[in-house]
T-cell receptor
Framework: GEDVEQSLFLSVREGDSSVINCTYT??????LYWYKQEPGAGLQLLTY?????DMKQDQRLTVLLNKKDKHLSLRIADTQTGDSAIYFC????????????FGSGTRLQVQP | DAGITQSPRHKVTETGTPVTLRCHQT?????MYWYRQDPGHGLRLIHY???????DKGEVSDGYSVSRSKTEDFLLTLESATSSQTSVYFC????????????FGNGTRLTVT
């Protein structure tokens, strides 16, 4: 079955860039997603990338996709304390019936 | 706001009791999903639904059942709660047909003592 893996923890200083990495196994994944979860809240969609793209930029967020290595990364520029949260990578196929498969999440801690 | 309401937000129950969690959406979206979130496991799919009376199992469906008698409501039932079912439960919907992100409710924190 599908599997998505992430490192569990990342600590950065305010103002630095953060890079959160993810690997996945399902080569048929059509879209890959990044979600953010703040304490006590649900998951908020941050961004997503179609599998025929290598990069997507959205303000401070840059998503890089290496389809050959099945590797996805999320770069947050100028990381702020408000970016402290858990970040989930997820992959999904091209039919509405198919649910998303999530990684275990990366806890980002931003130190002032 | 995807118009998803989960109830209750918090519940404490005893082992062996039945529990039903409700997910309500306001916009008649077809696809609905139940996930559980546990430390170190991320989110794992329990059950999902493609429409009224049309449901299917996810990867961790043992001990859970679901019902969808109306488009707007997707119910998750623990027939006899166990301590291993202590978790945070999230409902999600898919807003458009075909490929699109899932949108999540705020979750229900369930504690089984």
């Amino acid at each position: 079955g599908e599997d998505v893996e992430q490192s569990l923890f990342l600590s950065v200083r305010e103002g630095d860039s953060s890079v959160i990495n993810c690997t996945y196994t399902d080569s048929s994944s059509t879209y890959l997603y990044w979600y953010k979860q703040e304490p006590g809240a649900g998951l908020q969609l941050l961004t997503y990338i179609f599998s025929n793209m290598d990069m997507k930029q959205d303000q401070r967020l840059t998503v890089l996709l290496n389809k050959k290595d099945k590797h996805l990364s999320l770069r947050i520029a100028d990381t702020q304390t408000g970016d402290s949260a858990i970040y989930f990578c997820a992959e999904g196929g091209d039919t509405g019936r198919r649910a998303l498969t999530f990684g275990s999440g990366t806890r980002l801690q931003v130190q002032p | 706001d995807a118009g998803i309401t989960q109830s209750p937000r918090h519940k404490v129950t005893e082992t062996g009791t039945p529990v039903t969690l409700r997910c309500h959406q306001t916009e008649n979206h077809r696809y609905m999903y139940w996930y559980r979130q546990d430390p170190g496991h991320g989110l794992r799919l329990i059950h999902y639904s493609y429409g009224v009376k049309d449901t299917d199992k996810g990867e961790v469906s043992d001990g859970y059942s679901v019902s969808r008698s109306k488009t707007e409501d997707f119910l998750l039932t623990l027939e006899s709660a166990t301590s291993s079912q202590t978790s945070v439960y999230f409902c999600a919907i898919r807003i458009t047909e075909g490929n699109s992100p899932l949108h999540f409710g705020n979750g229900t924190r369930l504690t089984v003592t």
